[in-house]
């Protein structure tokens, strides 16, 4: 549990630091100390081995999936075959990645409500808005409330639940 705990907290802070770079948001100091900090000690030495191509920071997604096998390994140690390890570790990684994005949406949702302004809004508003761009095309305001956070939501609820039926077999 607190191997998990642990790896769930480098991962995202990895999943962050892609997601930020890939769509061009430049984050508050704190949050961006926060990340950088928790995750340089691995993005920098795979940096060596994975640039960055395409504006993407591969070392950060990759060192993402490396924490996420690292503690699905523990499986390997219980018996489990390295294939379905690793699978479980693909399967994992999807579901940290709809999990990031849910939390983030459920916080733009909270800041919405409860101060608008909070100095972390405007950087929570840009991490979502890649995602809720699309959405605002098709679904409109209903008397003036914006409802694309919640049909985001539920379309990643969807994917989260196609995954594991694409995951499990059936």
């Keep these: 549990m607190i191997v998990d705990a642990i790896a ?3 991962g995202g802070a990895l999943l962050l630091r892609f997601w930020m770079q890939a769509i061009r948001v430049r984050p508050p100091s704190s949050v961006a100390q926060f990340t950088f900090q928790l995750s ?6 795979l940096r060596r081995i994975v640039p960055g191509v395409g504006g993407y920071d591969w070392a950060s997604l990759i060192g993402a999936f490396v924490i996420v096998l690292a503690a699905t390994s523990v499986m390997f140690l219980a018996g489990w075959p390295a294939q379905l390890v690793l699978l479980a570790a693909v399967q994992r990684f999807l579901e940290w990645i709809l999990y990031g994005f849910m939390a983030l949406l459920v916080i733009e949702a909270i800041f919405s409500w409860v101060n608008p302004h909070a100095p972390l809004a405007p950087f929570v508003r840009a991490l979502n808005e890649p995602l809720l761009r699309p959405i605002r095309r098709v679904v409109p305001l209903v008397g003036n409330l914006d409802l694309s956070l919640l049909v985001a ?9 196609l995954l594991g039926v694409a995951f499990s077999g059936h």
């Design 8 to 10: 769930v907290l480098l």
């Design 40 to 45: 340089d000690w691995l993005v920098r030495p």
């Design 153 to 161: 939501i539920i379309l990643l609820q969807i994917a989260q639940l």
